[in-house]
């Protein structure tokens, strides 16, 4: 039988959540019946281009400085699809399922694309476009309940729209003895420390201020206690600067991206989120799979993944100065974190597995790419 060649098209290929995962599930899915190609715009956001084409993708720039170059790609795009004898594309994120739907009308190609976010938090201009062109592709996913909700309040689609979510390789994402040490050794971080931390794009829906300043008052009752921010973006700068007006240096470390996060992850006793808002977070389904305590806000899909009092410790997203206390708290009760962080591995490998997230997509592509769905 001949293989379905799919075609993933995504603005960048840097270490954000959604790039994160081609790589993941690339490794997973089933070989004998589908083959794998990438499309990305922006150069310089390549981090997980090794890593695909270590796990046999096919990885192209169409090189974009810009979203309006990017959408003038579209054409290449399709003469890319036609010359490659692609079946079947799969689009991430708004700009990219722009050029997607271009495809769809231009070649009749089934198209899916998968939506991250929430509509309300996208740009005005972006939004409308979603909008507009919705309809255009032959099938969506929402990585969440919270985000299909979205879709069909601000779209209300005539597609059918598939809840697909997120997952995590549990059996690479796993603790083992001594992978974090390493990781305290080069910050000078005591091996007995109590550690919080968190992998995140430096946007202003992750509310790294915040971040610190929670830190900040956990840590005036904990001599002991260090923090961890691992990632890159616009807003770093305004970051170092809040980390320098509230005296943590040498507290709280920025270590900037990291292609492989799994020690870092090994260095943390407990993962924090203080975001306003979420898709289904990726490194939040990796700290659980790793065995770090929760403590966040019930952002987006994050409140579909952690239980309150069962997986970790969650607050309403306005409430995030509520989580000072709450953090202080797991930072000074070892058996607190630690059932914490038992809760949160079983929970990911019971419900939020890669193999179950491949196993869903592999079904919509045979679906989709057959004509059989609705």
Not at 232 to 252: I, K, N, Q, S
């Amino acid at each position: 039988m001949k293989k379905v060649r799919v075609l993933h098209i995504i603005k960048s290929l840097g270490r954000g959540g959604a790039e994160t995962l081609l790589p993941e599930t690339l490794r997973l899915h089933d070989r004998g019946h589908f083959d794998f190609h990438y499309i990305y715009f922006l150069p310089w956001k390549d981090q997980m281009v090794g890593a695909l084409r270590d796990a046999g993708g096919v990885v192209t720039c169409l090189s974009a400085s810009n979203n309006v170059w990017l959408a003038l790609r579209a054409e290449d795009v399709v003469r890319y699809v036609r010359q490659h004898d692609i079946a079947l594309v799969h689009c991430h994120l708004p700009w990219a399922g722009f050029v997607g739907r271009w495809v769809h009308q231009r070649t009749g190609m089934p198209v899916i694309y998968t939506e991250h976010n929430k509509q309300e938090r996208y740009h005005g201009v972006t939004r409308w476009l979603n909008k507009i062109s919705f309809n255009y592709q032959t099938a969506a996913v929402a990585v969440s309940g919270d985000v299909r909700e979205s879709i069909e309040k601000n779209i209300a689609p005539a597609i059918p729209i598939y809840e697909i979510l997120n997952g995590v390789n549990t059996d690479f994402f796993q603790r083992g003895e001594g992978i974090g040490v390493p990781v305290r050794e080069r910050l000078g971080i005591p091996v007995d420390a109590v550690v919080v931390g968190i992998v995140s794009v430096f946007r202003f829906q992750k509310r790294l201020k915040e971040w610190l300043r929670v830190f900040n008052e956990a840590a005036r009752a904990q001599d002991n206690f260090f923090g961890i921010i691992v990632g890159d973006g616009p807003l770093r700068a305004e970051v170092e600067a809040e980390l320098v007006t509230l005296g943590l240096r040498g507290r709280v470390f920025l270590p900037g991206l990291q292609t492989e996060v799994k020690p870092w992850y090994a260095a943390m006793d407990i993962f924090m989120m203080t975001s306003v808002f979420e898709g289904l977070p990726i490194a939040l389904l990796e700290a659980m799979s790793m065995g770090c305590a929760v403590v966040t806000t019930s952002a987006g899909g994050i409140k579909e993944v952690v239980r309150h009092e069962e997986d970790g410790l969650v607050v309403d997203v306005d409430a995030w100065t509520s989580l000072g206390t709450i953090l202080q708290s797991v930072a000074e009760d070892a058996v607190l974190r630690k059932r914490l962080a038992e809760a949160a591995r079983t929970r990911v490998v019971e419900a939020f597995s890669l193999q179950r997230m491949v196993g869903d997509l592999e079904q919509l592509y045979t679906r989709v790419f057959s004509g059989k769905y609705s």
